[in-house]
């Protein structure tokens, strides 16, 4: 079910946790989804969902000591896309969500969903197989980029069920990647990296090293949506203290104020590192302010710091409102 060097992040977000929160009996459990099976869980456990790309109510985890959540704990609508099929297969998709986190909180009672709520905390995705590396200086580094992923999440007919729900990540990437090649024809032949995998799965058999490594030795970290806005390559980009450019995000506390470039359209993307390539001064700003995001802000020792008072006083007096973002904290 979990696969240990992809969780490595939480691992080390509770090992900190426990060691601040002087709580040796302290237990971890992992759950990829709000309908994930869980072994005993109580006041003494801290539970973390990591997966739950339909952002519902952690009500697998309900009585765990605190809980900590990717991905949102409400369905957010998704911005209008500008191919209108895309837009209607998010807009049924984000219904069906809706549907079932409002069968949940109907169970749960309006006393149930607060007392769940307050001691929820949104956290990052952190990484996924990136590797602990030493940091390759800025100016150093030779590579414009380093992309490697995939269009589709898996192997599967144009008329499957995946296939169709997968289709706005699709076309995000499709034309992520007509941008991408656009800069890679203006660039040295040895400056992109890019590499397409057949799908999701196949990108998780590389152990990590070349990914790694590809990524430590780029300026750039090119975040393209995935099944949702929110991907592991933000926070790998900002982790590696790379320029990293994204699409619209959600609302969340660890995304307000990070250093991150976004685009409302891939097109604009070579036109952006134009101006960024030409401009050594503001690349170096981004470097070293990406670096101090993932130190100060995400990193598992800061958000061990953060959720260390909910831990203590068994969640906050009240809980905060859940907008339309699904955003806490």
């Known amino acids: 079910m979990i696969v240990s060097e992809d969780y490595q992040y939480f691992k080390e977000i509770f090992a900190h946790l426990k060691e601040l929160a002087g709580r040796p009996g302290l237990r971890l459990a992992l759950a990829v989804d709000t309908r994930d099976a869980v072994g005993e869980v109580d006041a003494d456990t ?5 997966s739950d790309e339909n952002c519902q109510l952690p009500v697998n985890v309900r009585d765990a000591g605190l809980i900590l959540k990717c991905h949102g704990v409400e369905p957010y609508p998704m911005p209008a896309s500008p191919v209108l099929p895309a837009a209607l297969v998010e807009r049924l998709r984000v219904a069906r969500e809706r549907r079932r986190w409002r069968a949940d909180a109907a169970r749960l009672g309006p006393a149930g969903v607060a007392g769940l709520l307050a001691k929820t905390e949104l956290v990052p995705m952190g990484y996924c197989k990136q590797l602990d590396l030493p940091l390759v200086p800025f100016a150093e580094r030779r590579r414009v980029f380093s992309f490697r992923g995939s269009v589709d999440n898996y192997r599967a007919g144009l008329l499957s069920r995946h296939a169709v729900t997968n289709y706005p990540k699709r076309v995000a ?60 390559r933000i926070f790998e980009g900002l982790r590696y203290g790379c320029i990293t450019v994204t699409e619209a995000l ?21 036109g952006l590192m134009r101006r960024l390539l030409a401009d050594p001064e503001r690349m170096a700003e981004l470097h070293h302010r990406s670096l101090a995001w993932w130190r100060d802000m995400i990193s598992p ?5 953060r959720v260390l008072p909910r831990l203590e006083r068994g969640g906050p007096a009240r809980h905060a409102a859940v907008g339309s973002a699904g955003g806490l904290g």
Not at 46 to 50: D, E, K, L, M
Not at 250 to 267: I, Q, T
Not at 301 to 305: E, S
Request: include cysteine; glycine fraction near 4%; proline fraction near 5%.
């Open 250 to 270: 959600p609302d969340r506390w660890y995304l307000r104020g990070a250093p991150l470039l976004s685009v409302g359209d891939w097109r604009e993307l070579p």
């Open 173 to 232: 990437r499709q034309r992520f990647l007509a941008a991408l090649r656009e800069v890679a024809r203006e660039a040295p032949a040895d400056a992109c990296d890019l590499r397409i995998t057949t799908d999701f799965d196949d990108s998780l058999k590389d152990a990590g090293r070349d990914y790694s490594t590809a990524l430590m030795d780029s300026r750039f970290c090119l975040c393209p949506r995935g099944t949702r806005l929110e991907t592991f």
């Open 46 to 50: 801290v539970a973390i969902v990591t």
């Open 301 to 305: 020792l800061a958000i061990a710091r």
